[in-house]
């Protein structure tokens, strides 16, 4: 057992048992290299990923090359999802010397954290052109004990390079009709027409291009916008990326058809695209996207959600297959005989050709992945839930995949939201209770005695890890959601309260942010990354949240701030609209007002629903009645009754509508382009 023991972090709990003297990172791990004179190893990756653990089997759990490397290293492995900044910080420096990265990241560093030697996953044996684990470590032990200043160049040259990487805020001004021009023709360029989706292979779910062009259409009438959105979304329910069993998206899929997935599933991913095609339905009444918005919910509420009321970040990709052997997508994949076996040869062959599974598969070993190939067709829909229903049951008493069951702020800030918008939609009042459950548990764990956000918890307790921008800027987006589909004003005082500490400690001069607190630990640079990637960026997220809390209240600090912010995305759109996808539709909101409606009546009543159906990029609702209501909503202050029933008021640009007490006019008014 080593110094692992005991942390709260899942993925440093695997490596617990490693012969490996692993330490956690802190400054005991770097005060330890600089006694014994020798390099420090850092091993960043996190639970879900699936060559992580391949290296760990092959290198860490091997006595030889651990008896090596606890001698002349010190060992120190690191949860990228518990340290964001130090994970940004070291991917940084490893992608601008080797042009790539990814994990598991593999960097050696000074006893003063600088880093001069990097890779990502290293085999056991050399392969493909690259040396093996045992020879790196050969290699830069000898680097380090007979070319100290050679090592030392290396490090100060590269410290010093990350260290004039800060950005400003990256241009003049907020983004307009130019830039976002320039955006959506870049993802048209970019555009799979025949599978739907952006590149090539690998390709990742876009969720938040695709909230980009919704709103891009809801504001401007793009039909092509639509298109390009909607076909994505249903490229990808129809594929092996989303589970036609049990619901929800996997991390990625490796081909560009969307048919075979990296199997992780991640909290992150579903909540963004929960949201996504929640907000699809919103716009087209598609069917598909009420049901895979559904379902996803379902799945974050059944697999992923703890016994304290948050939600787990992952579940692996690996699982035991019928031999005991951990492989990856064991769980997911079928045979045709596996179906036969479950289903009956007539249920059978009917689920094989609806489900596409071959003799030949689709993955490895003769499985296939679960899809809908082909054009929609008719189908018996009782037939295929009964199917469904019965492979479901049947794959339930395969082994699961493990979970990772961290709670982390910025993803339960998401998932909140998503669960929020969809039960109110659908009528699903149980998804609003899970989305205040979640909620809860963040006031009460995360933010606790201290004000300030924790980046995680697990069982119930808080971990030591400081929150990040990205975690007060999604927390903040799902409380301003939850206030508006509950009409609890007490979720709209905690978001303003997270985006003040935004202001006060993550804000630099010209409106540009850090992802780290002005407080927080010093590392060899202050990360700071604009761009959106699996998640929003925390500088984006950010910057969304500052304003719709703006629109809710009027508070001009914090529209500016939020203007202020997406300087860098006036910037960077025009150039890399797929890593701008949040950025942009926070851009769309600004240039839509966001409209702000204020319904004068009951929580839940019509005109509240209407409003929160209305497509207008980023419109902000608040409802309640009686003489409290302004005192928690500032945007129902002096908002009276008309004729004594419900009236809704709509503002934009700063100039107000009629009041109206109709649903239709109001709809209207909420349409977007055409409202």
């Known amino acids: ?73 010190v060992a120190v492995k690191v949860d990228r999802e518990e340290r964001p900044d130090v994970d940004a910080v070291y991917m940084e420096a490893v992608q601008a010397a080797t042009g790539h990265g990814g994990w598991p990241m593999t960097v050696f560093l000074t006893p003063d954290a600088e880093p001069f030697y990097f890779g990502t996953y290293f085999p056991p044996e050399p392969r493909h052109g690259s040396p093996s684990f045992q020879q790196v470590l050969e290699g830069v032990s000898a680097a380090w004990n007979d070319r100290r200043e050679e090592v030392a160049e290396v490090a100060e040259r590269i410290v010093a390079d990350l260290a004039g990487r800060s950005l400003a805020h990256g241009g003049d001004g907020v983004p307009g009709e130019p830039e976002i021009a320039q955006a959506l023709l870049g993802l048209t360029r970019e555009y799979d027409e025949q599978h739907g989706g952006f590149g090539g292979a690998p390709k990742f779910p876009p969720s938040m291009a695709v909230e980009f062009l919704l709103r891009h259409y809801a504001r401007t009438g793009s ?46 991913d579903n909540a963004l695209l929960c949201r996504v095609y929640a907000h699809l339905w919103r716009t087209t009444g598609s069917a598909e996207a009420r049901r895979i918005a559904l379902e996803t919910a379902d799945f974050m509420v059944g697999e992923l959600r703890t016994a304290e009321g948050g939600f787990a970040s992952a579940l692996d990709a690996d699982s035991e297959d019928a031999d005991g052997k951990h492989v990856e997508g064991a769980f997911y994949v079928w045979t045709p005989a596996q179906l036969r076996e479950v289903l009956g040869e007539e249920d059978g062959a009917f689920a094989a050709a609806y489900f596409g599974v071959t003799e030949e598969g689709t993955f490895e070993e003769g499985a296939s992945v679960l899809q809908l190939p082909g054009e929609a067709r008719p189908v018996d829909a009782g037939r295929v839930a009964d199917v469904r229903a019965r492979l479901l049951a049947a794959r339930g008493e395969r082994p699961r995949p493990g979970r990772d069951d961290k709670v982390v702020a910025a993803w339960n800030g998401l998932a909140i939201a998503a669960l929020a918008e969809t039960g109110a939609y659908f009528d699903r009042p149980d998804l609003v209770e899970r989305a205040t459950e979640a909620a809860d548990l963040l006031v009460r764990v995360h933010l606790g005695e201290v004000a300030r956000l924790a980046r995680t918890s697990k069982d119930g307790r808080v971990g030591d890890n400081a929150g990040v921008l990205e975690d007060y800027g999604d927390v903040a987006e799902g409380f301003l959601a939850l206030a508006a589909v509950t009409g609890e004003g007490a979720w709209l005082e905690f978001a303003g309260f997270l985006l003040d500490i935004v202001l006060e400690q993550f804000t630099g001069e010209g409106g540009q942010l850090y992802d780290t607190a ?72 600004l240039l839509d007002g966001p409209r702000e409606v204020a319904v004068a009546g009951p929580v839940g009543g019509d005109l509240h629903r209407t409003a929160l159906l209305g497509r207008a990029p980023g419109a902000v609702v608040a409802a309640g009645e009686g003489p409290g209501a302004g005192a928690e909503f500032p945007l129902l202050a002096d908002r009276p009754l008309v004729g004594g029933v419900p009236t809704a008021y709509v503002c934009r640009h700063f100039v107000c509508d009629a009041p109206t007490t109709d649903a239709a006019e109001l709809a209207a008014k909420l349409g977007g382009w055409g409202g």
């Open 1 to 73: 057992m080593n110094r692992l023991a005991g942390v709260t972090s899942p993925y440093l709990l695997q490596h617990a048992d490693n012969p490996v003297d692993w330490w956690p990172w802190g400054a005991d791990a770097f005060e330890e290299a600089r006694r014994r004179d020798v390099p420090v190893l850092l091993s960043v990756g996190y639970s879900a990923c699936h060559w992580c653990h391949v290296m760990a089997h092959e290198s860490f759990e091997d006595e030889t090359v651990a008896a090596y490397l606890n001698e002349r290293f």
């Open 223 to 268: 039909e092509g916008a639509l298109q390009m959105a909607a076909d994505t979304c249903s490229a990808m329910a129809r594929g092996g990326i989303y589970d036609q069993l049990g619901g929800g998206f996997a991390r990625y899929s490796v081909d560009r058809e969307w048919v075979v997935p990296h199997f992780e599933k991640m909290l992150y």
């Open 518 to 589: 002005h407080d927080a630990e010093k590392l060899i640079r202050r990360p700071q990354d604009p761009t959106d990637s699996a998640t929003p960026a925390g500088w984006t997220a950010a910057a969304g949240a500052l304003l719709t809390y703006a629109a809710y209240t009027g508070s001009e600090p914090h529209r500016t701030a939020a203007e202020g912010a997406l300087g860098v995305v006036k910037a960077l759109a025009p150039r890399a609209p797929r890593f701008t996808g949040w950025g942009l539709a926070v851009a769309e909101a």
